[in-house]
């Protein structure tokens, strides 16, 4: 009886395999952990690093192959969700390829490190793959639990474990808020899909009903955290501050970018009741942007004034899609993959360069501990600088490309409240980054006396492909290739998305014109509960 | 004359690039061939930029020598570049105190490699200014500047350096990024008018001078307008925007503060010129009052506080400030006149201020101060550097014959006759005031001149100078040679720059339709093959060249053919080739 009800679905392997890769690439680091000779973790970076190139070319192939769905609609596998996943791939490696050495100058050099950042990065690749609230929470969990414990990789550090307990607790109770939300969704759709929910806002009472709205501001919340919106952001700065480095370098790009992933998706598909959350949305962004930037202007540590300054980069990614949101005809989802991009490499490339001052068990994160970098280590140095101006949005870097599409985005979408906030907002936080910069060239007295790690070669590496990576130029293809990504709206409003679960005929194909086809590989009788 | 591709101008915006690259290669120890490979570099630009000056050809107000490449077509962003005569001059003067200074620059002991990479950076950023046709690339360029010389403050500045270079960069930064946003807006209405999201200048010009861009959009306009003039205000710096030029100045180290003053403040009187008055003809119209009542604050406020610095750097930093307020005057006097005035006067500050701020750096660095109370009596010890100096001052001033005069005079007059004529809210108070502008300059350069080289000598490290080496002689003796011809034969460079200046005045001033276009021709090839004039007012070179500028505000002087002009056109005239 049972296999009548339930027929197992066929299932198209090829989506699901880069994850499989850089999960299976974490337990073979967890076997060599076992047998590898103390204190020597070379055999493990190099099969994760291993592992996520080949999660990386995996990925590759799949771009602009048309979306598709597998394990009975649970994993989707489309533009958007590909790119990102590229992005968290490449910022895994980045931020892994400079770990080892500073983790020796830390004392704090163990092996499982990269088994737990490999698993974080497959929960946070399944999250921006999948439309269905249940998949993205699980992959939330994955990326969250790995991250609660390398946060407090420093064990024997108290400031360390104030992070991670922080975190965990925090991070926790804003898990909990999701899932409530989720249980709530499915309590008025009888499903956990996304775009069943779309469809029953659109067709139901949908503003006007307390249990959507109640819903709606229950992952407003959850996701709130993840993004660290304001007032939901407490536990960054401790968090970035506390965490090492390396950890906080991984966790401010492959975090952040799958948080604004399943972010996306989630408002996207709460589109029919926009004018609920809409409002909400632009106070929240303005006062993210604002509360973060201010707050970093008189911190003390560079570490923590840039987790502040993830704050409010976080605010801008929220200005490029709420402007998608508005009008997804004049702003686009390639906007923020492109910032999510550019941010990626800004804030890795920054945190690398910090990681130089790590010596002899301290962490020296403080502005002093960044004078005479200049003479000590010009090429680190030269990038820090060329990473600041990016982030304040000089050209022409990338930062500035980025920081220009969302102008024009939300210019374009009406929105040009948001666009002046972000204005005042990037010369107010060129004064932190500034003084950044000044830092590295102080050489008064005493900055001699400052001490830094020495240059490694895979800290150059990662710190030439951020250099790299902060050229405009390389992002002017995402941004094309983004603006053509086929989004939930489009498909929306095609009508193809709604349908997803029962057609599989595409919808009128025009000639000479590339249709995304919405071929789902299994019957998918589970999903069509209402 | 337009080509797709680069040539001659991106070879100029490129060697002082690749330069850097290549010191980046030169071992530091090797100072002396870091300094020798720096000035060679910046002798080949200013020889390219003197080619360029050579094709350049006056009387016409197109853009010439345009080149331009798909950039970023996604965003309606070329890379396009040409020059007109308004930045021909302005290309030449950058390349030739980028020259200068490196020159000045070999007494630099500390970090050699950057500060020269650095300057052949900001040459680039400076040279891509004056020749951007892009809005972006402009944006790019303009920002760009930015990084190098906050650097410069930052790594040799003064004792106060952190605070200066801070507010510099935020400073100009903040008023910038407005600027960007309002890009961003014309871009849009650009794209809502005509159907074509583009950056390009040329063509958003060619929309406002067919009076389509602006169509019922008036308050609009004048809200882009001072976005846009805002930022340039900063840069000039016009009052109450100057703070953050003293403290600049006084930071910076010499050659800083040579490029500062010489270039850095003429892309804000540039901006005026190329985009406040093309852009938002009536926006510059109605805000011209408020400019001209800023700008004769800023020439007595100016020079009022320079006369009480007691530091000899900060009192020429404020006398930029009022000397820069004679540009202002000259560019929204909207008469022909003035407006040549206007933008002479920016080269000559160039010049006149640059040799000041050259002479104070060549005594810097035998006293090591800039404050009066450690000088006096110079004059016995340093017979010729004394005479340099007077020079230097006496242009500043304006005397006539050096080329200080010929700038002021003409902006004053125009902006005199536009009072006269009651143009724009306009009062013959304001040149009044501003005249007392000029004696006042004179009171406080002179009150200068005898501080630093008459009385006795009270500071005993004086005993043992040395005046200048020939090498620095010769080396303000090129800023001299320029004082003189600019004042004795001002022909030279106000002739390039006359046709284009005027073409700004009309793009301002004209009512639409009539207005001037940078476009290179009004002909363009339509769907059906045929050619047709696009603009009426295009092809008016010609017709211009046989003009006399009567009086401000007239049109044109022969009515008559111009409307003949307009007849013709206004049906959209076929013309076979």
Redesign the interface.
Known sequence: MQSELYTIPSIDWSLVMPFIVVVITGVIGLLIEMFRPKQNNNAIVLVSLAGLAGAFALLIPQLGVTTTTTFAGMVLRDQFGVLLQLIIVAGAFLSLIFSEPYMKQRRIAHGEFYPMALWATSGAMLMVSSDNLLMIFVGLEVLSIALYCLAGLARDEQRSEEAALKYFLLGAFASAFLLYGIAFVYGITGSTSLAVFMETLARAPGINDLTVLFAITLLLVGFGFKTALVPFHQWTPDVYQGAPTNVTAFMSAVSKVAAFGAFARVLEASLPVQEFWMPALIVITILTMTVGNLAALVQKDVKRALGYSSIAHAGYVMVALLAYLQDPAKGSLGTVITYLAIYTFMTIGSFAVLSLTAVNKSEGTRYQDLYGLWNRAPLAAGCL?LFM?SL?????TAG??GK??I??DA??AGLPLL??AL?IN??VS??YY??I??AV?VDEEGALRVQSAPMNAGLRFALVICAVGVMPILF?PI??QG?QTVTLSKMIESGAFLQRPVASVPLNPEPGEKVEQITPSAPLSTVTGN | MESTGFGIISGLLAIPVIGALLLMFVPEVYDKMIKGLAIAISVVTLLVSLAILQQFRPGTYHMQLVESVPW?P??GITYKVGIDGISIWLIVLTTLLTLLSLVFSTYIKKRVKTYFILVLLLETAMLGVFTALDM?LF???F??S??PM??MI??WGGSNR?YA??KF??YT??AS??M??GM??I??QHAQVTGVFTFDMVQIQAAVASGKLWAGASQLQNLIFWSFTVAFMVKCPMFPFHTWLPDAHTEAPTAGSIILAGVLLKMGTYGFLRFSLPFFPEAAQLATPILMWLATIGIIYGAIVAAVQPDVKKLVAYSSVAHMGFVIYGIFSFNHMGMMGGAYQALNHGISTGALFLLIGLLYERIHTRMFADMGGLKAKMPIFAALFLLAMLSSVGLPGLNGFVGEFLAMAGAFQSAQAGFFGLTPLMPVIAGIGVILAAVYLLWMFQKVFYGPITNPQLERIKDLKPWEIALVGVFVVFMFWGGLYPNTFLKPMEISVEGARQMALNPPNFRPTWQDRNLEINDKGDLVVVSRSADQIDLYQELEVVRPGQLYGKRQRSSLLVQENSSQTKEAR
């Open positions: 600088v101006v304040v949005g000089v050209p022409p500035f490309l220009f599409q102008f024009q210019m374009g666009a002046i204005a990037s010369f060129a004064y500034l003084q910069v000044r060239f002017a941004l094309s603006k | 970023l996604s965003l972006v944006y790019t360029f920002e760009v930015l990084v906050a650097l930052w790594i952190n270079s801070a960069f935020i930064f903040a990024i407005f960007l946003l961003i807006v871009a849009n």
